[in-house]
């Protein structure tokens, strides 16, 4: 019988080769794939990867268990912990917001994906969420705001004035409201999202890999307020360097452990 004290830990995220479809799992299903530095470095890395083997045309991204992604987690926070990936803090958020690869990038969205789930979508070229997840921007609720890309995608992905709504309020949308306002592209059977994505994945691989590439970069490169221009990140940083150290963002999630109204300053 193995010693558990010495049993290697699972790792943070998994890789695999599906013909030309490189697979990518968060793969902390007990913590819901919440964010820590091990997840970001797995998905930096595994990114990587997929964008230096020629091979592989289209990547997609799942999570393990019930849910896609639960955000950044809290106890590494807590503890003190980095969540940056290791060696590449511009990779940003889980290794993957501001990690340009240029091939297609398809979020399966499993379950569970509000806030930093969210990112994750919008970071992505193309999403298919399974009927019953949700997805949206929490973090006002907590006295934080949506620092890893969801204030500067959501309103270039669905109307200014829905995003505001999104963002102020923190109220989740469905997966069906999602694909009416087009930030979904496919609405999957529940237990499905997985599949279709990969069937939506082969669609795009059997076309002329270097079409498909320059096609990705002409859309990004000439969309009004790029997301990926380093100057609109520079400004997110500043936002996040007012709100994230201010007396809220601590009384958000202390007020959120100990299941009460939180109380706002203001500062």
């Not at 499993?110 to 789930?117: H, I, V």
């Not at 109307?159 to 309020?169: G, I, M, N, S, Y």
């Not at 409201?177 to 795009?204: F, H, M, Q, S, W």
Request: hydrophobic share 45%.
């Amino acid at each position: 019988m193995a010693d558990e004290s010495t049993t290697a830990p699972e790792p943070a995220a998994l890789y695999e080769r599906r013909g030309n479809v490189a697979l990518i799992t968060l793969n902390r299903p007990k913590a819901m794939n919440s964010v820590n530095g091990a997840l970001s470095t797995a998905v930096g890395n595994f990114l990587e990867q997929a964008e230096a083997d020629d091979e592989v045309r289209v990547i997609v991204i799942t999570g393990s268990g019930r849910a896609f992604c639960a955000g950044a987690d809290l106890k590494a926070i807590g503890s003190g912990q980095s969540l940056e990936a290791e060696g590449h803090p511009e990779w940003g958020f889980a290794g993957y917001v501001q990690h340009w690869v240029s091939k297609p990038t398809i979020a399966a969205v499993n379950g569970f994906a509000l806030g930093g789930g969210t990112e994750l979508v919008l970071a992505s070229d193309l999403a298919v969420v399974d009927e019953n997840a949700q997805l949206g921007l929490p973090e006002v609720k907590r006295g934080l705001f949506a620092a890893a890309g969801g204030v500067i995608r959501m309103q270039q992905q669905i109307p200014k004035k829905v995003a505001l709504e999104l963002a102020l309020t923190g109220e989740p949308i469905t997966a069906a409201e999602g694909k009416e306002l087009g930030l979904v592209n496919r609405v999957a059977p529940a237990g499905t999202a997985l599949d279709v994505a990969l069937e939506l994945a082969e669609k795009i691989a059997v076309n002329a890999p270097l079409s498909v590439r320059e096609s990705k970069a002409m859309i990004h490169r000439t969309a009004l307020g790029a997301d990926w221009e380093p100057g609109v990140w520079e400004a997110n940083l500043n936002s996040m360097k007012i709100v994230f150290t201010s007396a809220d963002a601590m009384e958000g999630p202390r007020a959120f452990a100990e299941k009460r109204a939180p109380v706002w300053q203001g500062k």
